[in-house]
């Protein structure tokens, strides 16, 4: 079954915190009486959380990889031996 | 050449600009702390990757004023929960004091089986819905990044990738806390 535009795109404006306060209280009534919506609405929130701890772990990856290229760098030699030498002892 | 001032302005992007600038000014500050603390230069590495990722995660809810001092704040941070009983004496201005670690700072160690999986059946919508939610991009350099013609097609991507990922996430059946969290 196709899933409605509206309802994600109204879970989405619920999310972001963009309803009225009269909307705010039929959609969380929808919730207390349509199974169904709520588990959608649970499902898209956990997208939210799901979506940001990737985020996060693209960032690390990228971090490691300009890293590794900056302190590699021949052009950053100075800089590396300045960094190595905190850490001779 | 990047200064401080153009990363409190595109904080929410890691570019090699930003981390160039970032690594040249900041670095060496926390490697000279974390050495002076017995860490190793990967401690080193390690904390400032975490702190700059703290620092990307929380200039979207706030502006940062002194991203450098920031830096620098959680780096210490970072390093008293790392070396716990350990920790040499390190000292924390009131700034410092009042900075918090953001609790999602999330380690590849701690990457969950369904990350996994979702990385594997929907890297593509991953990466479209995180340039949505929290990579600070406006819907036209989400067009342009990801190859749409026009603003309503990626709209409309970004539409049934999240319907896809939703799916996939009542599909796996999680637990009801997870849910609830």
């Known amino acids: ?89 | 050449m990047e200064t401080m001032n153009d990363i409190q302005i595109r904080a929410v992007h890691l570019d090699d600009a930003l981390y160039t600038a970032l690594y040249d000014e900041v670095f060496p500050v926390i490697a000279s702390i974390i050495s002076r603390q017995g860490g190793s230069r990967i401690d080193a590495e390690d904390i400032f990757q975490d702190a700059l990722i703290a620092l990307l995660d929380g200039h979207q809810r706030t502006t940062i004023q002194d991203p450098v001092r920031y830096l620098v704040g959680i780096a210490k941070h970072l390093w008293l929960r790392k070396a716990r009983t350990n920790a040499r004496f390190l000292k924390l201005d009131d700034y410092e004091r009042s900075l918090t670690i953001p609790d999602e700072l999330a380690s590849e160690a701690e990457t969950s089986a369904l990350i996994r999986f979702l990385q594997r059946a929907g890297g593509k919508c991953m990466d479209l819905l995180t340039d949505f939610y929290f990579a600070g991009r406006s819907i036209a350099e989400i067009a342009a990044r990801h190859g749409f013609a026009t603003i309503h097609s990626a709209s409309v991507q970004k539409h049934k990738c999240l319907v896809k990922i939703r799916n996939i996430v009542k599909e796996k059946q999680l637990r009801h806390e997870d849910f609830m969290e």
């Open chain 1, 1 to 89: 079954m196709k899933t409605s535009w509206n309802e994600v795109e109204l879970i989405e404006r619920y999310l972001d915190h963009q309803l009225s306060n009269e909307e705010i209280a039929t959609f969380e009534d929808r919730m207390e009486t349509d199974a169904a919506f709520r588990v959608s609405v649970l499902a898209q929130s956990y997208v939210r959380r799901l979506v940001k701890k990737y985020y996060l772990i693209q960032l690390r990856k990228q971090a490691r990889i300009l890293h590794s290229r900056l302190y590699n760098d021949p052009a950053r030699r100075h800089m590396r031996q300045a960094i190595d030498a905190l850490f001779k002892n």
